[in-house]
Protein backbone atom coordinates (compact mmCIF):
# COMPACT_ATOMS: atom_id res chain seq x y z
CA UNK A 1 0.00 0.00 0.00
CA UNK A 2 1.41 3.20 -0.83
CA UNK A 3 1.19 5.95 1.80
CA UNK A 4 -1.18 8.85 0.95
CA UNK A 5 0.27 12.20 0.94
CA UNK A 6 -1.00 15.61 0.73
CA UNK A 7 0.95 19.10 -0.53
CA UNK A 8 0.01 22.44 -0.01
CA UNK A 9 1.35 24.32 -2.90
CA UNK A 10 0.97 27.89 -1.70
CA UNK A 11 2.40 29.81 -4.86
CA UNK A 12 2.62 33.59 -4.23
CA UNK A 13 0.43 34.10 -1.16
CA UNK A 14 1.46 34.81 2.20
CA UNK A 15 3.37 37.07 4.57
CA UNK A 16 5.29 36.03 7.84
CA UNK A 17 2.52 36.97 9.29
CA UNK A 18 -0.26 34.97 7.75
CA UNK A 19 2.49 31.90 6.94
CA UNK A 20 2.72 31.89 11.22
CA UNK A 21 -1.07 31.48 11.70
CA UNK A 22 -1.89 29.53 9.22
CA UNK A 23 1.06 27.17 9.97
CA UNK A 24 -0.11 27.23 13.75
CA UNK A 25 -3.47 26.57 12.93
CA UNK A 26 -2.56 23.09 10.77
CA UNK A 27 -0.10 21.73 13.82
CA UNK A 28 -3.02 22.57 15.93
CA UNK A 29 -5.45 20.81 13.84
CA UNK A 30 -3.39 17.75 13.53
CA UNK A 31 -1.95 17.53 17.07
CA UNK A 32 -5.72 16.76 17.98
CA UNK A 33 -6.00 14.20 15.44
CA UNK A 34 -4.03 11.42 15.74
CA UNK A 35 -5.23 9.21 13.31
CA UNK A 36 -4.12 11.65 10.52
CA UNK A 37 -0.74 10.54 11.15
CA UNK A 38 -1.90 8.22 7.98
CA UNK A 39 -0.78 10.62 5.40
CA UNK A 40 2.56 12.38 4.91
CA UNK A 41 2.12 16.27 4.72
CA UNK A 42 4.02 18.70 2.77
CA UNK A 43 3.81 22.70 2.65
CA UNK A 44 5.39 24.64 0.04
CA UNK A 45 5.71 28.67 1.36
CA UNK A 46 7.23 30.85 -1.30
CA UNK A 47 10.75 30.95 -1.31
CA UNK A 48 11.07 34.04 1.02
CA UNK A 49 8.79 31.93 4.31
CA UNK A 50 10.65 28.78 3.62
CA UNK A 51 13.08 28.98 6.82
CA UNK A 52 10.62 30.64 8.72
CA UNK A 53 8.37 27.39 7.82
CA UNK A 54 10.76 25.11 8.46
CA UNK A 55 11.29 26.55 12.06
CA UNK A 56 7.96 26.68 12.82
CA UNK A 57 7.44 22.89 11.66
CA UNK A 58 10.82 21.77 12.88
CA UNK A 59 10.04 18.55 14.27
CA UNK A 60 6.11 17.82 13.77
CA UNK A 61 4.49 15.83 11.10
CA UNK A 62 4.47 18.69 8.89
CA UNK A 63 7.56 18.07 5.94
CA UNK A 64 8.34 21.91 4.18
CA UNK A 65 9.43 22.05 0.21
CA UNK A 66 10.32 24.43 -2.13
CA UNK A 67 7.60 25.53 -5.56
CA UNK A 68 10.51 25.59 -7.49
CA UNK A 69 14.30 25.13 -8.41
CA UNK A 70 17.13 26.04 -10.43
CA UNK A 71 18.61 23.61 -12.61
CA UNK A 72 21.82 24.29 -11.77
CA UNK A 73 24.57 23.56 -8.26
CA UNK A 74 25.30 26.67 -7.64
CA UNK A 75 26.52 29.89 -10.16
CA UNK A 76 26.06 33.24 -11.42
CA UNK A 77 22.66 32.65 -12.12
CA UNK A 78 20.25 35.68 -10.60
CA UNK A 79 17.49 35.51 -8.63
CA UNK A 80 17.38 31.40 -9.22
CA UNK A 81 17.41 29.35 -5.62
CA UNK A 82 19.56 26.36 -5.72
CA UNK A 83 18.24 22.57 -4.92
CA UNK A 84 21.66 22.52 -1.91
CA UNK A 85 19.81 25.82 -0.57
CA UNK A 86 16.57 24.36 0.10
CA UNK A 87 18.24 21.79 1.84
CA UNK A 88 19.98 24.04 4.02
CA UNK A 89 16.93 26.29 5.11
CA UNK A 90 15.62 22.97 5.94
CA UNK A 91 13.67 21.77 3.28
CA UNK A 92 13.16 18.11 2.21
CA UNK A 93 10.84 18.77 -0.68
CA UNK A 94 10.52 20.37 -4.02
CA UNK A 95 8.13 20.98 -6.77
CA UNK A 96 9.70 20.63 -10.48
CA UNK A 97 7.63 21.02 -13.33
CA UNK A 98 4.30 23.40 -12.18
CA UNK A 99 2.36 24.52 -15.49
CA UNK A 100 2.50 28.27 -14.28
CA UNK A 101 6.53 27.65 -14.29
CA UNK A 102 5.86 25.99 -18.02
CA UNK A 103 3.56 28.41 -18.95
CA UNK A 104 4.52 31.83 -17.39
CA UNK A 105 8.32 31.08 -17.64
CA UNK A 106 9.02 28.82 -20.80
CA UNK A 107 10.26 25.64 -18.60
CA UNK A 108 10.68 23.25 -21.61
CA UNK A 109 10.54 19.19 -20.69
CA UNK A 110 14.02 19.38 -20.92
CA UNK A 111 14.49 22.47 -18.59
CA UNK A 112 12.41 20.44 -16.31
CA UNK A 113 13.92 16.90 -16.60
CA UNK A 114 17.19 18.83 -15.35
CA UNK A 115 15.59 20.52 -12.35
CA UNK A 116 14.99 17.31 -11.36
CA UNK A 117 17.96 15.76 -11.80
CA UNK A 118 19.48 18.79 -9.42
CA UNK A 119 17.04 18.12 -6.90
CA UNK A 120 17.57 14.27 -7.01
CA UNK A 121 21.72 15.24 -6.70
CA UNK A 122 20.69 17.73 -3.52
CA UNK A 123 18.90 14.60 -1.62
CA UNK A 124 15.71 16.34 -1.97
CA UNK A 125 12.33 14.31 -2.42
CA UNK A 126 10.40 15.92 -5.53
CA UNK A 127 6.97 16.38 -6.92
CA UNK A 128 7.33 16.40 -10.62
CA UNK A 129 4.44 18.00 -12.35
CA UNK A 130 2.67 17.33 -15.27
CA UNK A 131 -0.82 17.89 -17.13
CA UNK A 132 -2.09 18.34 -20.56
CA UNK A 133 -3.63 21.94 -21.52
CA UNK A 134 -7.70 22.05 -22.09
CA UNK A 135 -7.01 22.18 -25.76
CA UNK A 136 -4.62 19.46 -25.67
CA UNK A 137 -7.55 17.41 -23.89
CA UNK A 138 -10.02 18.52 -26.39
CA UNK A 139 -7.74 17.26 -29.52
CA UNK A 140 -7.44 14.08 -27.91
CA UNK A 141 -3.41 14.48 -26.96
CA UNK A 142 -3.55 14.23 -23.16
CA UNK A 143 -1.91 10.68 -23.11
CA UNK A 144 0.66 12.19 -25.62
CA UNK A 145 1.42 14.89 -23.75
CA UNK A 146 1.83 13.48 -20.59
CA UNK A 147 3.62 10.52 -21.89
CA UNK A 148 6.47 13.06 -23.63
CA UNK A 149 6.52 15.08 -20.30
CA UNK A 150 7.12 11.82 -18.37
CA UNK A 151 9.50 9.83 -20.81
CA UNK A 152 11.99 13.37 -21.10
CA UNK A 153 11.88 13.71 -16.77
CA UNK A 154 12.70 10.27 -16.41
CA UNK A 155 15.30 9.47 -19.13
CA UNK A 156 17.77 9.79 -16.08
CA UNK A 157 16.37 6.38 -14.75
CA UNK A 158 18.16 7.39 -10.96
CA UNK A 159 15.48 10.17 -10.54
CA UNK A 160 12.70 7.42 -9.75
CA UNK A 161 14.12 7.25 -5.86
CA UNK A 162 12.38 10.31 -3.87
CA UNK A 163 10.20 11.06 -6.53
CA UNK A 164 6.57 11.74 -6.36
CA UNK A 165 4.29 12.26 -9.66
CA UNK A 166 1.77 15.31 -9.43
CA UNK A 167 -0.97 14.89 -12.43
CA UNK A 168 -2.43 18.10 -12.75
CA UNK A 169 -4.26 18.98 -15.75
CA UNK A 170 -4.16 22.52 -16.40
CA UNK A 171 -7.46 23.36 -17.62
CA UNK A 172 -8.38 22.21 -13.67
CA UNK A 173 -6.00 24.51 -11.82
CA UNK A 174 -7.73 27.26 -9.91
CA UNK A 175 -10.23 27.23 -12.49
CA UNK A 176 -12.95 25.65 -10.19
CA UNK A 177 -13.15 22.32 -12.62
CA UNK A 178 -11.62 19.50 -11.11
CA UNK A 179 -11.17 16.05 -13.20
CA UNK A 180 -14.36 13.62 -12.37
CA UNK A 181 -12.51 10.88 -10.26
CA UNK A 182 -12.63 8.78 -13.57
CA UNK A 183 -10.96 11.09 -15.94
CA UNK A 184 -8.23 11.49 -13.33
CA UNK A 185 -8.05 7.74 -12.56
CA UNK A 186 -7.71 7.15 -16.27
CA UNK A 187 -4.87 9.25 -16.34
CA UNK A 188 -3.06 7.99 -13.05
CA UNK A 189 -3.81 4.71 -14.38
CA UNK A 190 -1.97 5.38 -17.42
CA UNK A 191 1.05 7.05 -15.91
CA UNK A 192 1.32 4.30 -13.61
CA UNK A 193 1.40 1.61 -16.96
CA UNK A 194 4.03 3.60 -18.46
CA UNK A 195 6.18 3.21 -15.52
CA UNK A 196 5.28 -0.49 -15.80
CA UNK A 197 6.50 -0.25 -19.40
CA UNK A 198 9.67 1.66 -18.79
CA UNK A 199 10.47 -1.18 -16.32
CA UNK A 200 10.28 1.74 -13.48
CA UNK A 201 8.63 0.72 -9.92
CA UNK A 202 5.24 1.30 -11.09
CA UNK A 203 3.45 -0.02 -7.74
CA UNK A 204 5.51 1.64 -5.32
CA UNK A 205 5.63 4.96 -7.03
CA UNK A 206 3.43 7.75 -5.58
CA UNK A 207 0.92 9.75 -7.71
CA UNK A 208 -0.80 12.82 -6.74
CA UNK A 209 -3.95 14.71 -8.27
CA UNK A 210 -3.71 18.21 -8.37
CA UNK A 211 -6.47 20.51 -10.11
CA UNK A 212 -9.24 22.44 -7.59
CA UNK A 213 -9.13 20.06 -4.88
CA UNK A 214 -11.28 21.35 -2.04
CA UNK A 215 -12.43 19.26 1.23
CA UNK A 216 -15.66 18.82 -0.59
CA UNK A 217 -13.99 16.45 -3.79
CA UNK A 218 -11.29 14.88 -1.66
CA UNK A 219 -12.72 11.43 -0.39
CA UNK A 220 -14.32 10.72 -3.61
CA UNK A 221 -10.86 11.37 -5.96
CA UNK A 222 -8.75 9.40 -3.08
CA UNK A 223 -11.18 6.50 -3.36
CA UNK A 224 -10.06 5.62 -6.49
CA UNK A 225 -7.28 2.88 -6.38
CA UNK A 226 -4.10 4.85 -8.57
CA UNK A 227 -4.87 8.64 -6.83
CA UNK A 228 -2.22 8.51 -3.74
CA UNK A 229 -3.19 11.86 -2.67
CA UNK A 230 -3.28 15.39 -3.69
CA UNK A 231 -1.48 18.48 -4.55
CA UNK A 232 -3.43 21.25 -3.40
CA UNK A 233 -3.29 25.31 -4.44
CA UNK A 234 -6.13 27.65 -3.08
CA UNK A 235 -7.88 25.09 -0.53
CA UNK A 236 -4.33 24.70 1.29
CA UNK A 237 -4.24 28.34 1.77
CA UNK A 238 -7.16 27.63 4.78
CA UNK A 239 -6.47 25.53 7.50
CA UNK A 240 -10.53 23.80 7.91
CA UNK A 241 -9.78 22.84 4.70
CA UNK A 242 -6.42 21.34 4.18
CA UNK A 243 -7.04 19.38 7.58
CA UNK A 244 -10.21 17.93 5.86
CA UNK A 245 -8.23 17.14 2.67
CA UNK A 246 -5.26 15.54 4.71
CA UNK A 247 -8.53 13.18 7.18
CA UNK A 248 -9.65 12.14 3.94
CA UNK A 249 -6.09 11.00 2.65
CA UNK A 250 -5.73 9.41 6.36
CA UNK A 251 -9.10 7.87 5.86
CA UNK A 252 -8.29 5.98 2.80
CA UNK A 253 -4.87 4.71 4.56
CA UNK A 254 -7.28 3.45 7.17
CA UNK A 255 -9.53 1.71 5.37
CA UNK A 256 -7.42 -0.21 3.17
CA UNK A 257 -5.87 -1.53 6.51
P1 LIG B 1 -5.70 24.74 -7.20
O1 LIG B 1 -5.91 23.67 -6.13
O2 LIG B 1 -5.83 26.12 -6.69
O3 LIG B 1 -6.53 24.44 -8.41
O4 LIG B 1 -4.16 24.60 -7.66
C1 LIG B 1 -3.64 23.36 -7.95
C2 LIG B 1 -2.18 23.48 -8.13
O5 LIG B 1 -1.70 24.10 -9.06
C3 LIG B 1 -1.32 22.84 -7.12
O6 LIG B 1 0.01 22.82 -7.51
Redesign the pocket.
Known amino acids: MRRALVAG?W?MHGSSASVARLLGELLQGLNSDAAQSDADIVVCPSHPHLAQAATLCADSAIAVGGQDCSAHAEGAYTGEVAPDMLSDLGCQWV?VG???RRQYHGESDAVVAAKLAASHSAGLHTML?VGETRAQREAGQAEEVVRHQLATALENRAVLDRLVI?Y?PVW????GLTATPQQAQAMHAFIRGLLREWSLDADGTRVLY????KAGNAAELFAEPDIDGA??????LEAKQFLAIIAAAAQRAQAAN
Open positions: NKIHSECAEAIGTGGSVLVGGAS
